[in-house]
């Protein structure tokens, strides 16, 4: 029996799982690691912790694995987030910027002022954002004594988490990312899938730090000097998170969506061989690039974002203290048949797409003296869901796709009342696999395709496996009542 590591490098921990052919989980390691605020806004990481993190999960996962079924190695991870470190000693120059920092916000508003958002979109498919790598890059270059120079030498090396956990199994014989990595750097043309001299000008990166750009699927490199793994094992999977995600979802076909709900809420949809230039306030981004034993096939997806999905449940437990834990939620808001016309707006951190308002503010509307907390409860669930419909009608007018079923992962997937409000909303059937831990999964089939233990994607398709499927149940006027409710908390918020 072969098997396939999937490393799933997180914001806040490392999670390593081992797959076998039939996708039954053989062994998994998690370890979290340490979150660095110098300032307000400002959120870092060790690599040192990020590295000795896989480390740790590795050997927890490897317990009782033999080495020689180890077919191949795939990568996942937090995708902006920013590392440089020395070529010839891999030591990190600086901690690395993780995607949420917010440092560079006013140099964001300096390009946006000089009138270059349009080329960049154009170019890249995003926004002009302190979310995405480029001008975490420049920042480094700018703020760190010595380094442009060193950038300009080709003596450091610039890479997501993947090209630098990719750097650290090789022992630095390979510097590269993939190409859904690099389509988050704003430094790629998304029609090219190279670099682009005029992006790299615009922000200060020199080329000689950047990466190869290679496909998702397909050796990378192979295993050396990595601690309770032999040498010369393929890494063959490379991919940022959510196109993880989507891939681990199986949705090989446009108009294939997935959610994934975790502390916000991320939607992909898969829109085939061409980039979709979004009019509704949604990122274009490359979805995969298989290798050529999968006949090189390229694919893009349309990406929207909430900010907060399960933070809202955690507000009502720390902040509200309407429960103790999480899991009580779905007892808590079942207990009564309807929010009884309270609708929760949870924009916490203002309101992403397709609003893209960061003036926004979490808002209750529809409060009377019959509210009880059980209301508010079952109004958070359904606050969550209902910013997803808005993101997916966005992706459908941008698309002219029609959702047909919408595959769901993540914590709060489990949550079978949510579930079901999700569809009823949508109008679309809600389909949850047997295996919640997608964005590996997609890093573990990746690999599998890259070295023959999967043949095609077909044999990947019947491979993945549904757990349950939710059907739209309920009065269509009653949801429609309930979504103009929404649309005017929302003016609100």
Known sequence: MRHV?????????????????????????????????????????????????????LGEALKGIAPSSIAAIGITNQRETAVVWHRKTGAAVHNAIVWQDRRTAERCAELKTAGHEARVKQLTGLTIDPYFSGTKVG??????????????????????????????????????TDVTNASRTMLMDLHTLAWNDELCELLGVPRAMLPAIVTSSGTAGVTKGVPGLPDGIPIAGLAGDQQSALFGQACFTPGDSKCTYGTGAFILMNTGET????????????????????SSELRYALEGSAFIAGAAVQWLRDGLELIKSAKEIEALAGSVPDSAGV??????????????????????????????????????????????????????????????????????????LMMQFQSDVLGVEISRPEIVDTTALGAAFLAGLGTGVWSDLDSVRTTWREQRRFKPTADRAGIDDHLRRWDAAVAKA
């Open 139 to 176: 920042w480094l270059l700018r703020n760190v004594d010595g380094l442009a120079a060193l950038a300009r030498e080709g003596a450091i090396a610039f890479g997501t988490v993947d090209s630098f956990l990719l750097s650290r199994l090789t022992d630095g014989a390979v510097h590269a």
């Open 343 to 416: 609708i929760v707006v949870p924009a916490f951190a203002g309101l992403g797409a397709p609003h893209w308002r960061p003036d926004g503010r979490g808002a209750i509307t529809g409060l009377t003296r019959g509210t009880t907390r059980a209301h508010i409860a079952r109004a958070t669930l359904e606050g969550i869901a209902l910013q997803n419909v808005d993101i997916l009608r966005a992706m459908e007018r941008d698309s002219g796709r029609t959702l047909t079923v919408l595959k769901v992962d993540g914590g709060a997937s489990a949550n079978d």
């Open 275 to 294: 980039p979709v230039a979004s009019k509704s306030g949604l990122l274009t981004t490359v979805a995969w690039k298989l290798g050529p034993a999968q």
């Open 5 to 57: 590591i999937a490393i799933d490098q997180g914001t806040t921990g490392s999670t390593v799982l081992v797959l076998d052919e039939q996708l039954q989980i053989r062994g998994r390691g998690y370890k979290e690691f340490r979150q660095i605020y110098p300032r307000p806004g400002w959120v870092e990481h060790d690599p040192e912790d990020i590295w000795s993190s896989v480390v740790s999960a």
